[in-house]
């Protein structure tokens, strides 16, 4: 079966990021909180999958699926881990990932920061310092300066917003909150400095501030990026649930919208695409979230391959430009659920687009089991698992569904080329 509403210029991809995949990012903020006493974070990531050493393989798994896409994040600890000074080896070693991607017919879509930085970064003020924003913007240059002409899209900044999500839905209990809190102080005082900071562990007290300053951050680098390149395609990718009303609950929602997403979907009016990151519909009632029937994931909200569609429909009738799916997927140790999910959230998307929504592309979440950030190795939303002793990766039966629905949506073109 051949499906005809997508354009043959449909990105078909999956969505990595580096400190979840590649391991041993030791100059990194995370790192540094993975090992501060106390802890948020369930395990260290260690080596994670090996991903900086088996990159060549992971591409050919994704080249294997039948995609045309792979996402990436340049690993800006990598590649400045000390103020100043630029690792040769870290820009050598995204250069040929790059060009990797191109010689298997992926387009390379680079993300700039996946929540991790610099451990110098984060004991000088993180993100709010005032010169966050230039540092950042020369990150971004050197990297374009290496290896922008051949990448496909940028993205500046991962989930932004994410902190506003979790704590809007209560996702972490009020002790992970004191925990994170503690967490901070501690390595705050072991690093030598008055304050340390992460973009994905943010107190509650500090969300507008870190907000306004991942704002000044993003222009920044899609400045930099575009002095460069002025033809690259630029955006942010935001996390966004599904946001359902049940009759009188549309005050609920739209509060919940306001809070959590319209301040990016408005900043993106400026940018080329908006990112959409999707991964669970939140139904509101009257009086609060309801829990909808049926087959739970793993963040115990209802399966709803349909949440796609409309997290995605919601984004570009407030930003108003094309959405690119840069992370979709479910938390699941069941794969069957996401053999099953996949197609069915795609061929909602695919019916999106033939109702008039411009959508650029799909990512999923992820290529492989990955470090989940404060849920350590406990979370599992790959195609394949990987074995935590030899690193081999395996694929699961997902990755065969989501591999048939590109092939179907992909098709032969008439000219009889693959």
Not at 54 to 66: I, K, M, N, P, Y
């Amino acid at each position: 079966m051949t499906h005809t509403n997508l354009p043959d210029t449909f990105l078909w991809g999956v969505a990595t990021a580096g400190h979840q995949n590649e391991g041993h990012n030791s100059a990194s903020d995370t790192w540094f909180l993975e090992h501060t006493t106390p802890s948020l974070f369930r395990e260290p990531s260690g080596p994670a999958c090996r991903g900086y050493q088996q990159w060549e393989t992971d591409l050919d798994l994704a080249a294997g699926l039948g995609l045309n896409a792979f996402r990436f994040s340049v690993e800006w600890a990598r590649v400045e881990p000390e103020p100043g000074v630029v690792s040769a080896e870290a820009l050598d070693h995204y250069e040929r990932k790059v060009d990797g991607c191109l010689e298997r017919g992926l387009a390379p879509l680079v993300t700039f920061s996946h929540f991790t930085a610099p451990h110098w970064f984060a004991a000088a003020g993180s993100w709010t310092a005032a010169d966050a924003p230039v540092r950042f913007a020369e990150q971004c240059d050197r990297v374009m300066a290496r290896f922008g002409d051949r990448i496909a899209y940028a993205v500046t900044l991962n989930e932004p917003n994410l902190e506003q999500l979790l704590q809007a839905g209560a996702k972490l209990p009020a002790e992970a909150e004191t925990l994170k809190t503690q967490m901070l102080a501690a390595a705050a005082r072991a690093a030598g400095s008055d304050t340390y900071a992460s973009a994905n562990v943010i107190p509650a007290h500090r969300q507008d501030e870190f907000q306004a300053a991942f704002t000044r951050a993003h222009r920044a680098a899609r400045d930099a990026i575009k002095a460069r390149r002025g033809d690259l395609p630029v955006g942010v990718s935001i996390a966004i649930a599904d946001e359902v009303a049940l009759p009188g609950g549309e005050e609920r929602r739209d509060a919940k919208r306001a809070a959590v997403y319209e301040h990016w979907l408005h900043e993106a009016r400026n940018d080329d695409f908006i990112g959409v990151q999707n991964y669970e519909r939140i139904v509101h009632g009257p009086d609060g979230e309801v829990t909808a029937d049926g087959e739970l994931n793993g963040m115990g909200t209802a399966i709803a391959p349909e949440s796609l569609a409309g997290a995605v429909r919601y984004a570009h009738e407030v930003a108003g430009v094309p959405v690119l799916v840069t992370e979709h997927g479910i938390q699941t140790s069941d794969d069957t659920q996401r053999a099953a999910f996949v197609p069915a959230a795609i061929h909602g998307l695919a019916a999106e687009v033939g109702a008039g929504t411009p959508v650029l592309g799909y990512c999923h979440w992820t290529l492989m089991d990955n470090f989940e950030w404060i849920f350590g190795y406990g979370a599992q939303l790959g195609l394949h698992e990987v074995d935590r002793e030899t690193f081999q990766r395996r694929p699961k039966p997902s990755a065969k569904a989501y591999a048939d629905v590109v092939r179907s949506y992909r098709g032969t073109p008439a000219d009889g080329r693959a």
